[in-house]
DNA sequence: CAGGATCCCATCGGATACTG
DNA sequence: CAGTATCCGATGGGATCCTG
């Protein structure tokens, strides 16, 4: 079917519509990603998920090692965005408590769908990239299969 | 209720019951965010999701004025991880099209899943933001009206 | 414990200039 | 037109030291 049909210009499936309707428009797509898109917003998010944590618990639980200074940072961006939440108990020694607001436990759906796309395309993005860098490393096209 | 229950440690409401599994594991997000998470590479997409188009038309097309060197950085990161396939017509002068594959088509329902997030929480992030800000800047907490 | 202040390096990304 | 190569400033982020 649709031999020689003039409409070509979208040979896509379905689409979503995707996002856009002002062209030169962000959309708001960078807004999201210039928030989460940093080092460790979303292992903050994914671990507050969980529930409250204190500062130390936060840190320990964060895969790969983060520094107090990021996260201290990383929690605070996220506080003003009103995404978590900052609780002191002015104690000795002092005890903070941070959760998500409202707001940042709607991004873990988000997130979710993030991770579920990221795990159902990994082995495919996987092989890409190694069928990449072999046609990168060895000069001719062809299977010359060489001397 | 819960005066002084034990089990205080999620008080969360719904939950997509968040992503990870085994802790101190990065679950795969941070696989996507790597991919989309730098200044173009959603921008690309979203262009592409639209058809396909030539590498001026591309640039020319994407917000923000993005320079010839990170559009080729970024439209070929996305050609390795098989994202994006190109096309070159040897021609004169030389003549490359670029298309989103299908899995690169995949990626629109979840950008366009980002941006609705991002529009619809817009409002309350700014003005978040515009409280923090506010009571970063007057030094009393409380509305004193000072003298 | 929580976090502010510095120092310092690595990477990102923009601005040309040059080629096939 | 579609790149590649270089230079270079801005930013991100780690390590360390210090305080309430």
């Given at each position: 079917m649709s031999v020689g049909h003039t409409a070509v210009t979208t040979p896509v499936p379905d689409e979503p519509v995707i996002v856009c309707e002002t062209p030169q428009d962000e959309c708001g797509v960078r807004d999201v990603l210039d928030r989460l898109g940093d080092k460790w917003s979303v292992y903050v998010v994914v671990e507050l998920a969980s529930g409250i944590r204190r500062f130390k618990e936060l840190q320990r639980a964060i895969?790969?090692?983060?520094?107090q200074r990021m996260l201290t940072l990383t929690v605070r961006r996220l506080e003003r965005d009103g995404l978590v939440a900052r609780t002191v108990y002015p104690t000795i020694p002092p005890q903070v408590e941070y959760e998500l607001t409202e707001m940042g436990h709607s991004l873990t759906h988000l997130v979710k769908t993030l991770a579920d796309w990221s795990i159902a395309h990994r082995p495919a993005i996987a092989a890409s990239r190694a069928a990449w860098d072999a046609a990168a490393t060895e000069p001719t096209t062809e299977p010359a299969t060489a001397p």
């Open positions: 895969p790969g090692n983060i520094s």
